[in-house]
């Protein structure tokens, strides 16, 4: 039977600062392996540096989540396409998505954008039950239990001071560690998908990258981009060598983008300048895309259809 919860956690304050002239940048990360079923799990953590040049330490994340006073915040719209679902709210609608979680759909990605969060849920697929963190400081302690109770990160965004996790049950990962860093730890990368880890879930939140890295049978080798514009043309280029666009994000004016070589057959991405209501229509009922997912970034909603 599919278990799904729901976690949120206020007032909650961290406070980064720069000390002295120049500042070495802590990477945090915490690493968890499934056991076997007759072992206990273990947990290990680990710790990296990187020395940066000095940049000045990031404002104190606010614990009041607060909506424009202008006008009053719209009902979350909630809609049902066969066996797709999406929803869309000025607040992390956690009400529409435990209703889609009753009648058997899953989180299959969110991100927040020009003052609104969406969501896409499916029924397919081999995500079960699940978990959302919603925090103003990233959950870390609750994402360690999470491990422990054999659930994986599968989608984490960033918006309105708040940061959104989710958490599944699915086999396509056996391990996962997460980093963190205020500046894009290329090293820590490098050397974590030589280690066998690979990149499949990125965010960007109060001058802050995390990087979820897993264990994955389905990845079989990945591509880092960076540039200042969406890279459209790089990612059309890197589907003709068979990698596709797997994992995204925007963060001070960079784009960071993960190509996967992985088992998909077709891979469409559509920009729109507002919600994509009807591009999300089109790659389901006239381009027969299976799985579809959502992000945002430089003032645009992107859409990606895949089969």
């Known amino acids: 039977m599919k278990t799904n919860t729901v976690h949120i956690k206020k007032n909650t304050q961290k406070l980064f600062t720069a000390i002295g002239v120049s500042m070495v940048l802590l990477v945090a990360s915490c690493v968890y392996t499934i056991p076997n079923i007759e072992e206990q799990p273990v947990m290990t953590m680990a710790t990296a540096t990187t020395t940066e040049e000095p940049m000045p330490s990031p404002s104190e994340i606010s614990t009041v989540f607060s909506l424009p006073t202008s006008t009053p915040p719209p009902m979350p719209y909630m809609t049902e396409l066969g066996t ?80 959104v996790v989710v958490l599944s049950k699915t086999s396509q990962f056996s391990a996962q560690k997460i980093v963190t860093a205020l500046k894009l730890p290329r090293d820590e990368i490098d050397n974590m998908l030589k280690s066998g880890y690979w990149v499949t879930s990125l965010a960007y939140g109060n001058s802050l990258w995390v990087i979820v890295f897993s264990k994955s049978g389905n990845i079989i080798a990945q591509e880092t981009i960076l540039s200042s514009t969406f890279p459209l043309d790089a990612v059309q280029q890197g589907k003709k060598r068979g ?33 994509p209501k009807g591009q999300i229509i089109d790659f389901w009922e006239n381009k027969d895309y299976h799985n579809i997912k959502i992000f945002y970034g430089e003032d645009m909603w992107f859409v990606i259809g895949e089969k």
Do not use: C
């Open 243 to 275: 990698v596709f666009l797997t994992s995204q994000v925007y963060g001070n004016d960079t784009w960071f983008i993960i190509l996967s070589k992985i088992g998909l057959k077709e891979q469409e991405i559509a920009e729109w300048p507002y919600l």
């Open 84 to 163: 797709l679902g999406w929803v869309w709210h000025t607040s992390v609608p956690i009400e529409s998505l435990q209703k889609f979680w009753k009648i058997g759909y899953h989180i299959n990605s969110m991100a927040f954008g020009n003052g609104l969060w969406g969501a896409i849920l499916n029924k397919e697929g081999d995500l079960e039950s699940q978990k959302i963190l919603v925090d103003t400081d990233l959950p870390e302690k609750d994402i360690d239990q999470a491990w422990m109770d054999r659930l994986s990160v599968t989608s984490i965004a960033y918006g309105n001071n708040q940061w």
